[in-house]
């Protein structure tokens, strides 16, 4: 003698393992092709399905037996469908900010690479010993007093070099700004 639904479904409630487990082998393949329908792809179903599945211990516990029991299970699996595409909803909106600054930082990349590119192409035409004491000065960040001594040369010599270095610097920009 087989025990409907609705006896299951209350002996689930009150806590009967073996009862739960008979209503989810019996009622398995029917919520899973429902979820299919719902969301219209076979892997979202799988994850709908499961939701509803792990969901479904601690829902059981408020069935009445008031409707069918298939019934009460479809506006589960209607629910868990709604709460996941909610949940979708706001990780796409999540994904969306995180998007637009993912572009302003790749943007941001691209202009530094470009000044970086910049840079080293002017850094190249400097005669060598203005090169040698902007690399220290600005890259190695050397006092001048510390480039000086490394160079061994002068401060003033090494202000003066800097000087140069900004001057040539500036002309190159202004020749390609045109």
Not at 13 to 39: C, I, K, M, N, Q
Not at 87 to 108: C, I, K, L
Not at 115 to 125: R, S
């Amino acid at each position: 003698m087989t025990t409907d639904d609705e006896s299951l479904a209350l002996a689930a409630a009150g806590g009967d393992s073996a009862a739960f487990g008979s209503l989810l082998e019996r009622h398995y393949d029917r919520l899973f092709a429902f979820a299919f329908r719902l969301t219209g792809a076979r892997a979202e179903a799988e994850d709908l399905t499961q939701d509803i599945c792990l969901a479904l211990p601690r829902k059981m516990r408020s069935y009445r037996g008031d409707a069918k029991f298939t019934t009460w299970l479809y506006r589960v699996a209607v629910n868990a469908a709604h709460d996941r595409r909610r949940r979708a909803a706001s990780h796409m909106r999540a994904a969306e900010g995180w998007g637009d600054w993912e572009v302003n930082r790749r943007a941001g990349n691209a202009e530094q690479a470009e000044q970086v590119e910049w840079l080293a192409a002017a850094m190249g035409q400097l005669k060598p010993d203005l090169r040698e004491t902007a690399v220290l000065v600005l890259a190695e960040d050397c006092t001048q007093a510390q480039a000086a001594e490394i160079l061994e040369i002068s401060e003033g010599t090494v202000a003066w070099r800097m000087s140069e270095v900004k001057k040539a610097l500036r002309a190159r920009a202004a020749e390609e700004m045109g």
